[in-house]
């Protein structure tokens, strides 16, 4: 009986250590997963293709690990490094990063590209009642049942022709011929409508139960011995050891028993593997306290601030989807930065960030969408939360610019993109378009020359605005064509052909046709000209609008330089005491990563400065100072008589 309860107890703790998303390692370990779940469990299989150099990649990975916390035991999440298998994205025509697709009975149902949550959540739905309403079998001896008491004239013939026909329209993981899904449903709604109602259906799939595998192992296991019995004792009087003969395998078999070993190495290591919690380590919870300072915004501006403000014992929170601005998304090496040498710009985020860490910063990993200042403390307002504080600091950095053209819209997620450490390494040994004459179009470009076939330059000037030495290494490299004084007026596309050759018979005729880059029409300035340039995709790097929209009718704009945010006196400071704007939110001029950061440090001072002038200290020290100071008051006026005695207040002295 204790054994039993103890199992009880422990089942729960020991199903805590499966991931509740789990990353694919290899092609062969993806389709065997595919595999599974449509013929054992028929669950459906959400897949996150992704990048760690991707920014929107990183902002959607929470919300893709909350979702499937949220739905577990109704599908099977999982992701897939896009740099790291190569195969797998370009077998399902990946062009875009985050990238997701959505598999029920091995086939491809649906997919998206970008970091929408809604779109994210209702797509899942959709996949999850699809895969219930289809959990449906027809056995052959309920439809014979059924017409025998419905229609004596049909005969066993006319029910094997009714049931064939059924399991023929099941075109994929049906290798016993059964009439299920769909095609089970479509029946049992056909005979309704004849003869008023349908036949018995089963479910195909029942849930796993916890502990079900082991169980199962066991009984197996007890069977087989008894079925067994006679041979294993035949054995034993010959002398001869219970081993595989080896010698005796083909190559084919051992390979395949080699397999199937690593196979089950591999399910035992997904077992054990516990979730990335690092996102959510240090996240923010909610006090009954203000809090003192808190930065909107996670690139350099804002992690700067964070530093110098949690080093001043402020506790920042920081609160922005963790994708780290620009920076993050900086394919090539930082080298205009003292002091780092040789590394990318999402390896400075990740040290920026781990150092505001250690000082004790917070972090709420949301968008915000609104501050309100009208009453004190100010607000911070998030799609799930509002962080109530003292003082705001402002970094949120800016967003790119778009053409406008068209075909740019309708194209986004199909080669078209603003990212190209993003999504450069889907157009390996392609020809790309990049779109600009700054830094960001120069950095771009000599990103995508490290895998493309070629690289155009589209620029309606003679001159590049970047820097001279990005400039000049573009000019240089011999993957790279310039077009000077040309305009990019349209984008053309082409229908994307399907995933694989199997899945052709089951095309959707109502299904929108999915449409990726196949070129573009561009036009000379001077002569107007245009010509058209063949290309598998457009990178569009035309500069960025600061990220203020939610500070409207908030805090004042610069008169010059709409969406810029207005500082006061040389200052951080803006038109809203407690508000603080650094970084390229209020820097039309320079934009540059160290730029802000320094930006950052000097709101973070602006900031403390303020709260010691108005006062506004740690109220939640200050209150519990308060509290131990009354609690000893109250013990010294008390008497000796009065003496506390722990086992009376517990109800009479233990013994």
Not at 52 to 74: N, Q, S, T, Y
Not at 501 to 518: F, G, I, R, Y
Request: charged share 25%.
């Amino acid at each position: 009986m204790l054994s039993r309860l103890l199992l009880i107890f422990l089942l729960p703790l020991l199903t805590l250590s499966r991931p509740i998303v789990r990353h694919i390692r290899s092609t062969h370990e993806f389709d065997r997963l595919l595999s599974k779940h449509a013929t054992v469990t028929g669950l459906p299989v959400i897949v996150d293709f992704y990048s760690d150099g991707c920014g929107p990649c990183r902002m959607i990975a929470p919300i893709f690990k909350k979702l499937a916390k949220e739905v577990e035991g109704k599908a099977v999440f999982v992701k897939v490094d896009t740099n790291a298998l190569h195969e797998l994205s370009g077998r399902y025509g990946v062009r875009s990063l985050p990238t997701f697709k959505f598999f029920l009975n091995g086939k491809k149902v649906n997919e998206f590209s970008g970091a929408g949550e809604q779109q994210l959540r209702q797509f899942t739905t959709d996949v999850i009642s699809r895969a219930q309403y289809e959990n449906v079998l027809l056995s052959r001896e309920s439809l014979a049942e059924y017409y025998g008491e419905k229609d004596a004239s049909k005969s066993a013939d006319d029910v094997d022709k009714v049931y064939k026909k059924c399991s023929d329209m099941v075109k994929e993981g049906n290798k016993d011929k059964l009439c299920l899904g769909g095609a089970a449903r479509n029946l049992v709604k056909s005979l309704k409508k004849k003869y008023g109602d349908g036949p018995k259906m089963d479910v195909r799939f029942q849930p796993e139960e916890k502990g079900e595998k082991e169980s199962d192992g066991k009984s197996d296991s007890s069977s087989s011995s008894n079925a067994d019995g006679a041979s294993a004792k035949k054995k034993q009087s010959t002398g001869k050891k219970d081993s595989p003969n080896l010698h005796l395998a083909t190559k084919e078999d051992l390979m395949a028993e080699l397999e199937r070993r690593l196979d089950a190495e591999r399910d035992a290591e997904v077992e054990n593997e516990e979730d990335d919690d690092a996102e959510e380590e240090h996240s923010w919870t909610p006090s009954q306290f203000p809090e003192r300072v808190t930065i909107i915004g996670g690139g350099p501006a804002g992690l700067s601030a964070a530093i110098y403000a949690a080093r001043a014992g402020l506790k920042p929170v920081v609160v922005a989807p963790p994708m780290g601005g620009q920076l993050q998304g900086k394919g090539v090496d930082v080298e205009n930065y003292p002091g780092l040498f040789n590394v990318t710009g999402p390896a400075v985020i990740a040290l920026m960030r781990q150092q505001a860490i250690e000082f004790g910063t917070t972090f709420e990993a949301e968008m915000v969408i609104g501050v309100d200042v009208s009453s004190r403390p100010l607000k911070v307002i998030t799609n799930s939360s509002t962080i109530e504080t003292h003082a705001i600091i402002v970094a949120t950095g800016a967003e790119s610019n778009w053409l406008n053209v068209t075909g740019e819209y309708e194209l986004r997620g199909g080669g078209v993109s603003s990212c190209a450490t993003c999504d450069g390494h889907m157009y390996r040994n392609k020809h790309v378009i990049v779109v600009g004459g700054g830094d960001t179009a120069m950095e771009d470009a000599l990103v995508l020359a490290r895998t493309s076939e070629s690289v155009t330059i589209i620029h309606r000037r003679d001159t590049f605005r970047a820097s001279k030495v990005l400039a000049q290494r573009v000019m240089e490299h011999p993957s790279i064509e310039i077009r000077w004084n040309t305009v990019l007026t349209e984008i053309l596309g082409r229908p994307l052909e399907s995933d694989t050759a199997n899945q052709s018979e089951d095309v959707d005729l109502d299904a929108p046709v999915t449409k990726v880059v196949s070129g573009a029409m561009v036009k000379d300035v001077y002569t107007g000209e245009e010509t058209k340039i063949d290309a598998e995709a457009v990178f569009v790097a035309i500069g960025h609008t600061p990220s203020t929209k939610f500070l409207e009718d908030v805090v004042e704009f610069h008169p010059d330089h709409p969406g810029y945010v207005l500082a006061k006196d040389g200052s951080t400071r803006t038109s809203v005491p407690g508000i603080f704007a650094c970084g390229d939110v209020a820097d039309s001029i320079y934009r540059q990563a160290i730029t802000s950061a320094g930006s950052g440090a000097a709101a973070a001072l602006d900031a403390e400065r303020w709260l010691s002038e108005e006062g506004l200290g740690n109220e939640e020290a200050e209150f519990e100072a308060e509290l131990l100071a009354e609690m000893m008051a109250d013990g010294a006026s008390k008497t000796v008589d009065a003496e506390y005695n722990v086992y009376a207040e517990a109800g009479g002295r233990m013994t």
